[in-house]
């Protein structure tokens, strides 16, 4: 039933312009457009669809993802490789209340990002 879902999201998922990598209860990877695939390509890009996530993550990475899949939590930060910054979203992802997996999302940050605060 997930894969079906995620199937008919193939195209609009494909062409999004940051990195998204979806796995399910047990750590296994689901999906991964062709931007995560990209970002992947030296640990088997897309070929990767099946495997476990941790494995595509060094320590201290695999350590802290593990946690925070385990307790179901959010991570976001960002990053900065090779002059590159990105914000990194990892959460846990429910289907009807129920948890179903994790996903990570990695968005190219411009160099300077405007910030506005809004009252409401």
């Not at 079906?4 to 296994?28: I, K």
């Not at 991964?32 to 494995?55: E, W, Y």
Request: with cysteine.
């Amino acid at each position: 039933m997930q894969e079906e879902f995620l199937r008919n999201l193939e195209p609009w998922l494909q062409g999004l312009p940051f990195s998204l990598t979806v796995c399910n209860d047990a750590g296994t990877i689901l999906y991964m457009n062709d931007r995560a695939g990209t970002s992947f390509a030296t640990q088997g890009g897309k070929a990767l669809v099946g495997s476990d996530i941790l494995d595509c993550h060094p320590e201290p990475a695999r350590t802290r993802l593990r946690t925070i899949m385990e307790k179901r939590e959010r991570n976001v930060y960002t990053i900065e490789k090779k002059g590159a910054r990105r914000l990194i979203f990892q959460s846990p992802w429910y289907r009807d209340g129920v948890y179903a997996g994790f996903f990570e999302l990695v968005l190219p940050l411009p160099e300077n990002i405007p910030h506005f605060i809004r009252e409401v």
